[in-house]
């Protein structure tokens, strides 16, 4: 009669009645080791206890049904989510000069690189740009107006 | 205080800014060494229109190379001017003339690119 109703229990509850016998394996070998050092009972108290091992071993196998697993390495998480200290720092920063220069004219893009990357000086940036030293200067002079305001500088 | 000619304030304030705020340790995006040598090296030889060269805005790691590579490219000319038998003005002569040279080259290329988008517009 117990095997049935933990066979109907591991249906309902698992969704797959063949996991009953090995449940009902480990709920009589709890029994077993409850009962050891105690005095004799019953039969009825004994079906009692290996019903409750039973019922608490068909709980444990939901619940762990329902933890989300992942199969893989972390590696794997590392690759799909990067470290969080970068993520910070860069949701902090709100001077985004690759967004502002990426809409810009090409000119104004190398004459900022130049002065930034190499360090080249306003008169060099304006020979390589094929104009004057004023007109490369009054060409940067909105986006490096920008970055003071920001740099609060 | 204020700032030179140069804007030198403003920009070494930007690379500290990069530097803090755009950690990259996987080295994202990032340009190539050789690209980086020649971005300090001989920018003038380098299509920095290309919008891949904005990434050094947002990496500390590359503004990081780059730094590195100026003070090498600094500490050669330095060692270039000393041990040289010519005299210091002689070396900044030379490398003076170098650059000359290689911007000549530069605005050449410049030059013959833009006819000849001029020639495929009439052409058209």
Not at chain 1, 11 to 23: K, S
Not at chain 2, 51 to 72: M, N, Q, S, W
Request: hydrophobic letters at 40%; aromatic letters at 6%.
């Amino acid at each position: 009669m117990e095997l049935e109703k933990a066979r109907e229990a591991a249906r309902t509850h698992l969704g797959d009645e063949q996991l009953a016998l090995e449940m009902m394996e480990l709920a009589i070998q709890q029994t077993a080791e409850y009962l050891a050092g105690l005095s004799p009972i019953g039969v009825e108290e004994t079906r009692l206890i290996l019903m409750r091992f039973y019922r608490n071993e068909v709980r444990r196998r939901q619940r762990a049904g329902r933890r989300l697993t992942y199969r893989g390495s972390a590696m794997d998480v590392e690759r799909l989510s990067p470290s969080v200290d970068c993520s910070f720092a860069r949701i902090e920063a709100d001077l985004d000069l690759e967004a502002v220069l990426n809409d810009a004219p090409a000119d104004l893009r190398c004459a900022m690189l130049l002065r930034y990357g190499s360090r080249s000086q306003w008169g060099e940036v304006a020979e390589i740009l094929l104009k004057s030293k004023e007109a490369t200067r009054k060409l940067c002079e909105r986006e490096l107006k920008k970055i003071r305001k920001k740099l609060e500088l | 205080m204020r700032d030179d000619d140069n804007d030198t304030r403003l920009f070494d304030t930007l690379e500290h800014y990069i530097l803090e705020h755009y950690p990259n340790p996987e080295r994202i995006g990032c340009l190539d060494q050789d690209l980086l040598r020649r971005f300090v090296e001989t920018p003038e030889l380098l299509d920095l229109s290309d919008p891949k060269y904005l990434h050094v805005f947002k990496c500390a790691e590359c503004t990081r190379e780059l730094g590195d590579l100026r003070r090498i490219r600094e500490a050669r000319i330095q060692q270039d001017v000393v041990s040289s038998p010519f005299s210091s003005a002689g070396m900044k002569a030379i490398e003076k003339w170098r650059r000359h040279i290689v911007t000549a080259a530069f605005k050449t290329r410049m030059l013959v690119r833009r006819f000849v988008e001029r020639l495929k517009s009439v052409f058209r």
